[in-house]
């Protein structure tokens, strides 16, 4: 598969902030119309130290490349109240975002990236998407109304194309294109008290220890799980014994009490239509079947 690399920058004189703090830029790479491609590699880059106004706040640059122009949502990089950072992008676990950066802008030096995937996976990324271009989307939190000078970033990505059906690009094409219209509040995940997790995933962690297991008598029928015991002989077992032992082990017992000389609940016996049904007779009834072999019903 050809492998060819895109190196692409966003440069800026200046950039004003809006009433909120926020600024965009989006820059799109047109690709190769048709293909399937897979973004495995991308490099990001720092060329110059952006101008940063000496304000006691946190200030922080996003960037997120996907194959749509990214819309900011109405959740917040940042709630304090006294300096709010609004109209962040989706999170980087999105199906729509390939590669995203957060970072700290600091004043008159180098700014502190975090990045997803980590500089680790990222040289080997397996991002396939179909779209016939990437945006690259850029977005400064910091102070409403104010000009930030002296912006240079740089980036390589580096794609992997194979040809694949009209179908299955049409297709990823319109999913694209759905993922990227992004919600603008995000909720999910299932809130659970230690309470619950102790007592409805776990029942026994209420009363310390694990689940009581089965208690092993020589005597007991299948003693020690076996069909004969390692040292003594095996103690004769008769059909109602049997048949006890199975109702036994599928009764219920109380989730913090020991199941005693029982089966435990995750033994599974293969028992015979004897066992389960009763005594078999002594001889079946006869069957007939018609000529393409199906048992005619007397």
């Known amino acids: 598969m050809p492998i060819h690399v895109v190196k692409e ?20 790479i047109n690709l190769q119309q048709g293909l399937m491609h897979n973004l495995v590699q991308v490099d990001f880059f720092e060329d110059a130290y952006m101008t940063v106004p000496a304000e006691p706040q946190r200030q922080n640059v996003e960037f997120v490349i996907t194959p749509y122009p990214s819309i900011p949502t109405r959740m917040s990089l940042q709630e304090d109240p006294a ?20 970072g700290d802008l600091t004043e008159g030096g180098r700014s502190v990236f975090t990045q997803f995937p980590s500089l680790q996976i990222s040289s080997q990324n397996k991002s396939f998407f179909y779209s ?22 740089s980036f390589m990505l580096t794609f992997e194309d ?6 299955t690009h ?10 990227a219209m992004c919600v603008e509040v995000m909720s999910n995940g299932a809130m659970r008290t230690l309470a ?24 007991a029928t299948n003693a020690y799980f076996l069909p004969i015991n390692t ?39 293969n028992l015979n239509a004897g066992i389960i049904a009763g005594p078999l007779r002594d001889q079946w009834p006869p069957i007939k079947h018609a000529d393409n072999g199906n048992v005619l019903t007397l």
């Not at 300096?83 to 957060?102: E, H």
């Not at 049997?242 to 005693?260: L, P």
Request: glycine fraction near 6%.
């Open 196 to 219: 619950a997790l102790q007592g409805n995933i776990f029942p026994m962690w209420r009363f310390g220890g694990i689940r009581p297991e089965h208690t092993i008598t020589p005597d």
């Open 231 to 269: 040292r003594d002989a095996e103690a004769m077992s008769t059909t109602p014994a049997i048949r006890q032992a199975v109702r036994d082990a599928r009764s219920m017992s109380a989730f913090d009490a020991a199941f005693g000389d029982k089966r435990p609940d995750w033994l599974r016996l």
């Open 162 to 167: 194979k040809s694949t059906s009209s179908l």
């Open 9 to 28: 920058t966003i440069e800026q004189e200046a950039m004003t902030t809006d009433a909120e703090g926020n600024a965009w830029i989006t820059k799109r």
């Open 83 to 102: 300096f709010p950072q609004t109209r962040r992008y989706p999170a980087a676990g999105d199906d729509s975002i390939f590669f995203k950066v957060i």
């Open 132 to 153: 016939d271009h990437v945006y690259i989307n850029m977005c400064i939190h910091g102070r409403p109304e104010t000009v930030y000078n002296n912006i240079a970033y």
């Open 170 to 179: 049409s297709i990823g094409v319109l999913a694209e294109s759905h993922n």
